[in-house]
């Protein structure tokens, strides 16, 4: 949600800008807009729709030759999306682009506006420019951090002012932001690959850290004192940030799970002691969101199951608000792709305040999460650029299978434990050969492409498999999905059960198979459509079967979600919908 980059040095900003901003589209946008400087003027251009929108705009017009440059990408909260509201934004001599949301704006917009200031926007962040204006009179610095002492909220701020030349300024709070360290400039940018082409060299930002940029140096404030701050090196690759040949994104992220899934097994299979013992808690939440949540749901499976740990899941925006009884040895495991997600972090942060453990999943380990969870385990994803995940989400749920794994292990309830890491090494080879029958999933997608609904059943890990191969499908295609417990459907949803509709089995659960079964056959009668996949060979085939491999339990749900995922993929493409970017949704939500 919302993206920001900005440069300053011996480069023209406009393309570095640009292209910086087309890397961060995957957060989601629905307007965009840039602020140029040079010694005379700061010029402004912003535009709704899609980045290519404003370079036409920018074609048309006479643009600058500039030295310094911020820019947005915005996803509308205060205010619709339109022109005004696009950021950047101008009051007096400041102009900033501003990333999260600030949650006493309308008190500070009054004051203001009694202050004589006049408001064109329906934006908090216009508030926010207007403040650091008031207190700009030739500090920047002083002038940032006056303004910061009455701002409540998130944020994440490029600013530039209009009286100084050399220098650009930015500071954050519980939303991303880092500063790239180049040899022909420095950089601003919420994620490290809209500047990657240019610098792999990074600093992390603390809460409230102003930081000043010049072409060639960095300064960092606590306050107004300078400190010394830890530059840091990415190893995320140029290919690993595009879409190569691939049609999308998504589809390039499914066909790297076999990749990824290796490098984050290679990590910990021999090095099981890395991986975080939570045998010693009596109970476990599992705080998250979305497709996170749903790899919390395999995680709860197999915590119970195997290592005989009370295990709730919750999704974060419930979680952070209802009022949780910590009266045991708790342990609350955050899981988040981008680490970045505002629900989740307030999960997390409720958690430190109670002094309960935490440990978190993520993926970014530049993130808010992974820098102020207690513990952390890091997936090897690398970049996920489609909005709906897919190869993150596995390797969520592939780290609870080596978390519980270990657990049991731990806890002497584990008698096959070689074999189960053993089994796991070669996994990522048993999946690639699952996504060459790509074929196989495009040809279901072409059946099920004119539904109108479609449902995904199956009881314990297989409903929890269920709700991410629902999600994604509902999400990229907009066909109507829901996932139910098996058992569950004839207790009302069963009456939306008709001619023709999808049903998609999963049963991979020896001891409940039986049961799911039944519940098929009840929708079968029905005249429901039945897709099943599963990995016995006795279960019917009644309209449409896919078995894969029978493997040990802690992994087997890593060979049954990926064709659910080309399923959706080859639907949405189907319905040439815009797979990366589905409409309203955004990457990484960084607001309530
Ligand atoms: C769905 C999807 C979302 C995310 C959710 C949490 O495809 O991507 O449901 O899983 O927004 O995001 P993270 O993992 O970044 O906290």
């Known amino acids: 949600m919302c993206g920001i980059v900005g440069y300053i040095g011996k480069e023209n900003p406009k393309d570095i800008l640009i292209e910086g901003l087309k890397k961060l589209e995957y957060r989601g946008y629905d307007s965009s807009g840039i602020a140029l400087k040079n010694n005379e003027k700061v010029q402004v251009i912003k535009s709704t729709g899609k980045i290519k929108d404003l370079e036409i705009k920018m074609r048309n017009i006479k643009v600058i030759d500039s ?193 990824v899934l290796q490098r984050t097994l290679n990590k910990y299979l021999d090095n099981m002691e890395e991986i975080f013992d939570v045998s010693k808690y009596e109970e476990i939440h599992i705080v998250a969101c979305g497709s996170a949540m749903y790899a919390g749901m395999i995680g709860r499976c197999l915590l119970e199951e195997k290592a005989n740990i009370k295990c709730y899941v919750e999704c974060a925006s419930e979680y952070r608000y209802k009022k949780v009884i ?44 992974a820098r102020e969870a207690k513990h952390c385990l890091f997936i090897e994803a690398g970049p996920e650029i489609a909005v709906a995940t897919t190869k993150a989400y596995l390797l969520q749920a592939a780290m609870f299978s080596l978390i519980a794994l270990k657990a049991a292990n731990v806890k002497g309830l584990e008698k096959n434990y070689n074999d189960v890491l053993n089994e796991a090494k070669n996994l990522p080879k048993k999946l690639k ?69 999808p049903v998609f089995a999963i049963i991979t659960d020896d001891k409940i198979k039986a049961k799911t079964e039944s519940n098929v056959i009840e929708v079968e009668s029905r005249h429901a459509k039945i897709f099943t996949i599963t990995n016995d060979k006795t279960i019917k085939d009644h309209h449409f079967r896919y078995l894969v491999e029978k493997i040990s339990d802690y992994f ?31 990457k990484s939500v960084t607001v309530e």
């Open 67 to 259: 030295n310094i440059g911020i820019a947005h990408t915005r996803w509308a909260t205060h205010g619709i999306a339109n022109e005004t509201n696009a950021h950047p934004h101008t009051v007096g001599k400041v102009t900033i682009v501003h990333n999260g949301i600030i949650e006493n704006a309308d008190k500070l917009r009054e004051k203001l506006i009694k202050d004589g200031i006049k408001f064109n926007s329906e934006t908090d962040t216009e508030v926010a420019c207007a403040l650091i204006n008031k207190y700009y009179q030739n500090d920047p610095v002083e002038a940032i951090n006056k303004a910061l002492k009455e701002i409540i909220g998130s944020y994440a701020f490029g600013i530039i002012f209009e009286d100084i030349n050399d220098k650009l300024y930015a500071v954050r709070k519980d939303s991303p932001l880092i500063i790239g360290v180049g040899k022909e400039g420095n950089y601003i940018a919420s994620d490290i690959a809209a500047i990657i082409k240019y610098t792999e060299e990074y600093i992390l930002l603390d809460d409230n850290e102003v930081v000043e940029l010049s072409n060639d140096k960095v300064n960092v404030y606590q306050g107004n004192k300078l400190i010394d701050k830890k530059i840091e090196k990415s190893n995320l690759s140029i290919d690993e940030a595009s879409k190569g040949s691939y049609k999308h994104f998504m589809l390039k992220e499914i066909m790297e799970e076999p990749m």
């Open 326 to 369: 910590y009266d045991r040895k708790t342990l609350v495991i955050l899981v988040s792709q981008s680490g970045e997600t505002a629900d989740t972090i307030a999960a997390m942060c409720k958690a430190n305040e109670e002094r309960i453990d935490t440990l978190a999943i993520v993926n970014v380990k530049t993130s808010t999460i």
């Open 433 to 501: 050969k699952i996504l060459d029958d790509k074929e196989i999933f495009m040809n279901v997608a072409k059946d099920i492409k004119d539904c109108r609904d479609a449902f995904f059943i199956g009881r314990g890990v297989d409903y929890a498999i269920c709700e991410e191969g629902s999600l994604k499908l509902k999400e990229v295609s907009y066909i109507h999905s829901d996932a139910y417990q098996a058992g569950e459907l004839k207790h009302g949803t069963i009456s939306l059960i008709e001619e023709g509709v």
């Open 556 to 586: 087997q749900p890593i060979l049954v979600v990926p064709p659910l995922q080309l399923i959706g993929y080859y639907t949405a493409d189907l319905r040439k919908l815009d797979i990366d970017k589905p409409r309203n949704l955004a």
